[in-house]
């Protein structure tokens, strides 16, 4: 079998994790920016963290025949000081020529401050100027539907195609309105919060399987970077088709990541 995890900060992950994915069947991965699990204390700490996204990690992942793309942003975790954040937002285009970049991600809202949401309308902008994919993070709060609402308003606004922004950490009362609003939805499947395999498996029996994917979103914290063939396998178990099983967690992954000239699988 062959996957796409399109959500896994690899940064976060050992080399073993790398090999255990390429032997499970993952084929690529594409890591969006994010928070180092502390707060960065100056600009060039996220510079050097940019270099790691485009210039390392896509060598190390290459040992294990996987293509490894990449995401650049401020996340919103570090976004609640705008005139930090902007020196941040600065660096980004430079890194935009890299052959690995996809688009701007994951931007969003944390704790739904305006000071956030500033940011990640001028995060949008970015995107729109550049013409890049968008990858959205919503709030991992009991009010993540006020959170990616606004999210969604403030994406409205823009004149960035619905169809090129996917909305991540979706749950089963969010999906529903992130896919009437014209945007792909991502299920973050996590040991314990978020979404596990079988909920996953349950949205694609309620809501259907276009525009939608499922991705593990391994990082710092307890997560499994085995979640996605474990979904598969989850499907599997409940009699659902090989091509609907492939739809979810490689060819809508393939769909949405190939509107970037820079998404290549061979």
Known sequence: MKYIDPHIHMVSRTTDDYQRMAQSGCIAVTEPAFWAGFDRSSPQGFADYFRQLTEYEPRRAALFGIRHFTWL????????DPGFAREVVSL????LQSPTVLGIGEIG?????RN???ILEEQIALAEKHNQLVLVHTPHLEDKLKGTRLIMDSLRASNIDPGRILIDHVEEHTVGEVLDRGFWAGMTLYPDTKMTPQRAADVIEMYGSERIWMNSAGDWGCSDPLAVPKARLEMSRRGHSQALIDR??????TTFLSQSPNFRLE
Do not use: G, Q
């Open 248 to 253: 979810v967690t490689l060819d809508n992954p």
């Open 116 to 118: 956030e949401r500033i």
């Open 109 to 113: 809202l944390n704790k739904n401050t």
């Open 92 to 95: 980004i285009p430079s890194f």
């Open 73 to 80: 942003c401020i996340n919103p975790k570090e976004a609640d």
